[in-house]
């Protein structure tokens, strides 16, 4: 079998071309799609959340509350 992109002569079962590094066949997997990241204003509104929670266990703990 011949490399399509140069020429070079290669095995019948070799994934890439040993000489270019071109693949032979078509991919046989899908690569896992690319997960989108979270929007930016979702990600300060858990911040604030997180802590204005944290802020009001350490006011009730520090005021002494029994």
Do not use: F, N
């Amino acid at each position: 079998m011949q490399c399509r992109s140069c020429g070079a002569e290669i095995a019948d079962k070799a994934l890439i071309c040993y000489r270019c590094g071109t693949a032979t066949a078509d991919a046989k997997y899908q690569p896992a799609p690319i997960r989108r990241r979270r929007s930016r204003p979702s990600r300060m509104i858990t911040v604030v959340i997180v802590v204005a929670v944290l802020l009001l266990l350490a006011l009730y703990l520090l005021s002494g509350v029994r």
